[in-house]
Every structure is written in structure tokens, then in C-alpha cells.
């Protein structure tokens, strides 16, 4: 059959609670044209992101009435530290209450100043715990990845040419990490092939650099590998996993995102050398080790949706919904980043409205415009999340303006799919009427989640 179903049945639903133009253009201002400020409940299609945002299974759901919440030694503990072994092949399994935590005792211990981590895009939490630490983030995202709208089968890629040019020129002391993005988040969702991988892998260990992998959507990397590798046609999705952690020192994870989990995270470790240091931080900040930030309950689930994401009819119709829609919009004509990443639609805003400049944040814009045409969240990851000023406090733009339609795993139907392709659709005929923003109040650091703008 050409038709690919929801591998699943709703067993349990939500309410969305509707409302019309005219409140949600009220509900916006309130929030300051900031859609990381609006009241969810205002909300009817939320896509501001993945993370944390899944349907669990009944199973994760039983597995919840399992969770033993003992201080030390917990099973449910026991049962998270095999899974995670089980696909990293890592012996040392590190829980925390999400990613950017396992950064954070990550970069601690490994950053600080004069030391630089190279990535092929690094997540906005995952830069921002780096700078923190004092230390410097470069991204060398390969050539085709900067091409928004112009299809290649890995635009996630490291380019390895530019890593190896910068090893040469700069040396490889100052190199904390390279980590690898698995899909590139920031960069479209796009993935990483095995080959990519591996061969950072080699650079990496010619020069004893270690290398990391951002695993959040691992399951997805993979799934992209089968069907674009050709070797890796017949392999599993754990065994393609397998290998893609074969070649890392380490990995940190949210699990709110490809465990399907509403928490949680975890950095698992190859060598025991940096883990009692890193255990040490993870006393003082998330908890002991057996539950790191968790509740027994939230590691039971995980163990359980680690194993679950890797379910191929899962994968088939997940890529398939976040392409369906992109070839939707794309179709009628929208700048959309081609081709479909794994977990978000991204749109190409310095195209949709090329009459409002960079500085007036068009990708905030075009977030703003399908709130309110059709009660949709998404987010801008532009100059808004990743601009900086210059010593003049000019702007200095991103390299991409683009908005992040995050599709929640398994909670959208195709209907629902429809409907934000049409609203997306409507809002692209009328761009012309669109207008730019500015920002009245912003943070020093990871400013797009608590910035207020102004309609200009
Ligand atoms: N790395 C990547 C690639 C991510 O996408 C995220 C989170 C993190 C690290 C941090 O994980 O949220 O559990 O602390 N991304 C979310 C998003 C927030 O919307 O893309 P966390």
C-alpha cells in the first residue's frame, strides 16, 4: 500500500482549544511578539519544538507505575543504564534531568578558556554552556548545508576539509571536542552520514582530539543512513547506531526528544578517566548517580522509548510527515529548506520576505504572522537566536533566517498536518503586508527566550 498509517492508535487525547484572529493578534502583543511568552493554552498547533513534547507509549506509561524511587541503586536505574549501553556500547551512563545538563558538567570539566569545541552546528544551549565556560565554539558545517533550498542527501555533515584546514593552521591543544550534531538541529534537522562520521573519527584520533556525539535524535540520523547509504540499506536502525557510536568518546542526550520522554537526559562515556569528575559535578548539581536529575519513574520511561524510537515503522512515518509537509508547502511555491530534515519544517524567511532586513528580524516576523493566521507556535532560529552586535551595537546577522515548524513524535495527525500547510500557505500569498520587528528588552545570553519586540 502507498499509503504509510500512524504506526499507532490514540488511546488518550487533549483538548485544543480554539479561538480567532482577532484574539490571538491581542494574546501576541501581550506576549511581545515573543512566541516563547504566549500562554500555551493560546495556542492551537504547537510546534515550537520537539523536545520534551512526545505522546509516551501505554508501555512507557506502565512503566511509569514501575519506577522505584530509591535514593540509591534504583532497578529502574539499572534497566536506563543498560538501554543506553545497549545502543551506545558505552559502559559509563551518566542520568541528568535533560541535554544541556550533560553539557553543562560536560563543558565544566573539558571548556574553560583558550579551549575551542568544533561541531558541525552546535545547538543554542550546547553554544551557550560553552561560552559560559569561557571556552569558544566554531561550527564547519559542510558547503551544501549554508544552501538553504537546494537539496543533498547529508547537508549535516562536518566539513572535514575545514576541520583538518583548521587543525593544521591552529593546532590541536586548544581543542577541547569536536561534537557532532546528529541530525543538525540548527541547521535543518539535516543528517550525518556514517561516512562522515567516520572520517571525523580518523582526523580526530590522528590528532587525539575526542569526539563527541549530540545524540538527541539519533534514531533519526540513523533511519536517514539506511535509506541513503547504500551499505547501510540492510543493517537495523540499532545497528547503524551501534556503529555511529562505535566511533565516539562519548555522546550526550536529551531524552526529550528521541526517547520519547517529557524529561530527562543523560552523557554516557567510553573511558573512566573523565567520569568520577564528572560524576563529582553531577552530586553537587542534578543528584546521585543512579538518578542524576530523575525520578525513578522518568529513567523507567526512558529505557523504555529508546528502544521504541528504533522501530522502523515508527521511523517510516515519522521522516514521512515532516516531508509530506514540506513537499506541501514547497509545492505551492514556499522557501522551504530542502530536503526534509527529521523532526521540523524550516522556512526560509530572508526569501518568504526578502523586503524586511535582517536587522528586523524577518524570521520573528514570519513567526508572528502564522500565529496569528492560524493559532501556530513555531520558532525563529535567526538573527533573533544567534545574532550578535558589534562594538557599534550594529547587528551582526546569522548566516540563515529561518523558522522552525518542531513537529511533537506522535501527537499530530495528517489533518492537522494539513491544516498548517494551509495557514502557512495563506500567510506566504500575503507576505507583502508582512512587517519587521525590533527588540525593546533582551538578555545577554540566549536572548530569543525572553526578548521583547515591537511590531514596527
Ligand atoms: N542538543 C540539541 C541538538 C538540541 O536540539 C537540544 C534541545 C539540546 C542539545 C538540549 O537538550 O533541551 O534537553 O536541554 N533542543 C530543543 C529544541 C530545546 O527545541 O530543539 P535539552
Redesign the pocket.
Known amino acids: 500500500m502507498k499509503t504509510i498509517i500512524e504506526p499507532f492508535r490514540i488511546k488518550s487525547v487533549e483538548p485544543i482549544h480554539f479561538n480567532t484572529e482577532e484574539y490571538r493578534k491581542s494574546a501576541l502583543k501581550a506576549a511581545h511578539y515573543n512566541a516563547f511568552l504566549l500562554h500555551s493554552d493560546d495556542v492551537m498547533i504547537d510546534l515550537?519544538?520537539?523536545?520534551?513534547t512526545s505522546a509516551m507509549s501505554s508501555a512507557q506509561w506502565a512503566g511509569i507505575m514501575l519506577g522505584d524511587e530509591s535514593y540509591a541503586g534504583s532497578p529502574s536505574f539499572y534497566k536506563f543504564e543498560k538501554a543506553v549501553q545497549d545502543i551506545t556500547g558505552m559502559p559509563v551512563v551518566i542520568p541528568t534531568h535533560?541535554?544541556?545538563?550533560s553539557?553543562k558538567i560536560l563543558f565544566s570539566i573539558t571548556g574553560g578558556k583558550d579551549k575551542v569545541f568544533i561541531s558541525n552546528t552546535l545547538?543554542?544551549?550546547?553554544r551557550a554552556n560553552i561560552e559560559f565556560s569561557g571556552a569558544e565554539g566554531v561550527d564547519l558545517i559542510c558547503p551544501e548545508g549554508k544552501l538553504p533550498t537546494i537539496p543533498a542527501p547529508f547537508k549535516g555533515n562536518i566539513d572535514t576539509k575545514a576541520l583538518t584546514a583548521y587543525i593544521t593552521q591552529h593546532g590541536s591543544a586548544h581543542i577541547a571536542m569536536v561534537i557532532i550534531?546528529i541530525t543538525?538541529?540548527?541547521g535543518g534537522g539535516q543528517p550525518v552520514s556514517m561516512q562522515n562520521i567516520r572520517e571525523t573519527h580518523h582526523i580526530c584520533k590522528q590528532h587525539g582530539i575526542p569526539l563527541y556525539i549530540?545524540a538527541?535524535?539519533f534514531a533519526e540520523n540513523a533511519y536517514f543512513i539506511k535509506m541513503r547509504e547504500p551499505e547501510y540499506a540492510d543493517k537495523s536502525i540499532l545497528e547503524i547506531a551501534n556503529e555511529i557510536f562505535s566511533y565516539a568518546d562519548g555522546c550526550?542526550m536529551?531524552?526529550?526528544?528521541d526517547a520519547f520522554a517529557n524529561i530527562g537526559?543523560f552523557l554516557a562515556l567510553r573511558h573512566e578517566g573523565l567520569a568520577m569528575q564528572c560524576r563529582n559535578l553531577l552530586v553537587i548539581t542534578e543528584g546521585f548517580p543512579t538518578y542524576g536529575g530523575l525520578a525513578g519513574r522518568d529513567l523507567e520511561a526512558i529505557a523504555i522509548g529508546l528502544y521504541e524510537v528504533m522501530d522502523e515503522h515508527y521511523l517510516q512515518y515519522r521522516i514521512r510527515s515532516i516531508e509530506y509537509l514540506t513537499q506541501k508547502i514547497a509545492a505551492a511555491g514556499v522557501p522551504v529548506m530542502l530536503p526534509a530534515g527529521g523532526h521540523a519544517v524550516y522556512l526560509d524567511a530572508k526569501q518568504f520576505l526578502p523586503h524586511i532586513p535582517a536587522a528586523q528580524y524577518p524570521g520573528q516576523a514570519l513567526v508572528c504572522s502564522l500565529y496569528i493566521k492560524g493559532g501556530i507556535r513555531c520558532?525563529e532560529i535567526g538573527s533573533l537566536m544567534f545574532g550578535k552586535y558589534d562594538d557599534e551595537h550594529q547587528l551582526i546577522p546569522a548566516p540563515l533566517e529561518l523558522v522552525?515548524l518542531?513537529i511533537p513524535r506522535r501527537v499530530y495527525t495528517q489533518s492537522h498536518i494539513d491544516y498548517v500547510a494551509e495557514v502557512i500557505i495563506e500567510v506566504f500569498k500575503e507576505r507583502q503586508q508582512i512587517s519587521g520587528l525590533v527588540i525593546k528588552e533582551e538578555a545577554p545570553i540566549l536572548r530569543h527566550f525572553t526578548a521583547k519586540l515591537d511590531m514596527i
Do not use: W
Open positions: 515550537l519544538t520537539d523536545s520534551g535533560q541535554g544541556r545538563a553539557e545547538f543554542d544551549t550546547t550534531t543538525n538541529n540548527s549530540d538527541c535524535r550526550t536529551s531524552a526529550k526528544k537526559g520558532v522552525r518542531a
